[in-house]
Nanobody, 126 residues
Framework: DVQLQASGGGLVQAGESLRLSCSASGFSFADYGIGWFRQAPGKEREGVSHITPIDGDTYYADSVKGQFTISSDNAKRTVYLQMRSLKPEDTAVYYC???????????????????WGQGTLSPVSS
């Protein structure tokens, strides 16, 4: 079975850091990307960052560039999202997903999710 397990969320204060982890199993880690998405209260889910573990290629949404860093430990089949200088507007449920290309010209930025993990809540207090 394909499984994606997100963890590491929790209540932090504005300005603090948090690292989320996404452990993947049940599919070839090297053949796909892993992405982080978030859904804030009352808002639609949005893409945050993607990575292709095989080559380390990354994508960041403009809203998190310079603030979040995505990385992978291929031996552990785990992708991390390091979040720094957190703001109340970063409060959301964060999800990880397995990503794949729709076509040969797709880049990691345009990969689409095909399997989701459960979310991890990360509230940021002001």
């Amino acid at each position: 079975d394909v499984q994606l397990q997100a963890s590491g969320g929790g209540l932090v204060q504005a300005g603090e850091s948090l690292r989320l982890s996404c452990s993947a199993s049940g599919f070839s880690f090297a053949d796909y990307g892993i992405g982080w998405f978030r859904q804030a209260p009352g808002k639609e889910r949005e893409g945050v960052s993607h990575i292709t573990p095989i080559d380390g290629d990354t994508y960041y949404a403009d809203s998190v560039k310079g603030q979040f860093t995505i990385s992978s430990d291929n031996a552990k089949r785990t992708v991390y999202l390091q979040m720094r200088s957190l703001k109340p507007e970063d409060t959301a449920v964060y999800y990880c997903a397995a990503l794949g290309p729709n076509g040969p010209d797709d880049t990691v930025a345009t990969y689409r999710p095909w399997a989701w993990g459960q979310g991890t809540l990360s509230p940021v207090s002001s």
